[in-house]
T-cell receptor
Framework: GESVGLHLPTLSVQEGDNSIINCAYSNSASDYFIWYKQESGKGPQFIIDIRSNMDKRQGQRVTVLLNKTVKHLSLQIAATQPGDSAVYFCAERKRQLTFGSGTQLTVLP | KAGVTQTPRYLIKTRGQQVTLSCSPISGHRSVSWYQQTPGQGLQFLFE???????NKGNFPGRFSGRQFSNSRSEMNVSTLELGDSALYLC?????????????FGQGTRLTVV
């Protein structure tokens, strides 16, 4: 069936390094993707989105890359900070949001 | 402007009981969606309402139901609670149901069934 998923359940990075969180999707007709960040005890928070007619989109310290050929999505966080520690989800929006399983990002001092 | 508000934040219920959760969307948002989040299943879509009409429904049993009022506030109800219904229930609001519309989440209601 149609799904989005994440490559790694956990990722640890040193403070100041760049983080890369990956996501794969199965539906080649998918046309809108979103990355969410969820901190402990809170609901998911929108980070950045991208449409299928784009390959790359940049925000503040974050970049999303979309490779439609291999159906792969990645979120890059520059100069990772302790406040970036959270679970990151990729999601596909068609009729509803379908979420991947999430990657727990831990920022090491 | 105020975000999405969910009440109550925490709830403990007994098996067999029913529960009603409430969600107040961001002012001006007419679409409200509900999600169940568990460690095992992750975030799963329950249903979406727009202008008091259910527009989409996930794969949950009929014990899960919802409604939306004319002021866009939404409630979801779970009847005959089971232990497996223990989860974080999240509500998200957006301006519309169309693709590309950003969804804003509340902090959720943590339901524990004992």
């Amino acid at each position: 069936g149609e799904s989005v998923g994440l490559h790694l359940p956990t990722l640890s990075v040193q403070e100041g390094d760049n983080s890369i969180i990956n996501c794969a999707y199965s539906n080649s007709a998918s046309d809108y993707f979103i990355w969410y960040k969820q901190e402990s005890g809170k609901g998911p928070q929108f980070i950045i989105d991208i449409r299928s007619n784009m390959d790359k989109r940049q925000g503040q310290r974050v970049t999303v890359l979309l490779n439609k050929t291999v159906k792969h999505l990645s979120l890059q966080i520059a100069a990772t900070q302790p406040g970036d520690s959270a679970v990151y989800f990729c999601a596909e929006r068609k009729r509803q949001l379908t979420f991947g399983s999430g990657t727990q990002l831990t920022v090491l001092p | 402007k105020a975000g999405v508000t969910q009440t109550p934040r925490y709830l403990i219920k007994t098996r067999g009981q029913q529960v009603t959760l409430s969600c107040s969307p961001i002012s001006g948002h007419r679409s409200v969606s509900w999600y169940q989040q568990t460690p095992g299943q992750g975030l799963q879509f329950l249903f979406e309402y727009f202008s008091e009409t259910q527009r989409n429904k996930g794969n949950f049993p009929g014990r899960f139901s919802g409604r939306q009022f004319s002021n866009s506030r939404s409630e979801m109800n779970v009847s005959t609670l089971e232990l497996g219904d223990s989860a974080l229930y999240l509500c998200a609001s957006s301006l519309a149901v169309s693709v590309g519309t950003e969804a804003f989440f509340g902090q959720g209601t943590r339901l524990t069934v004992v």
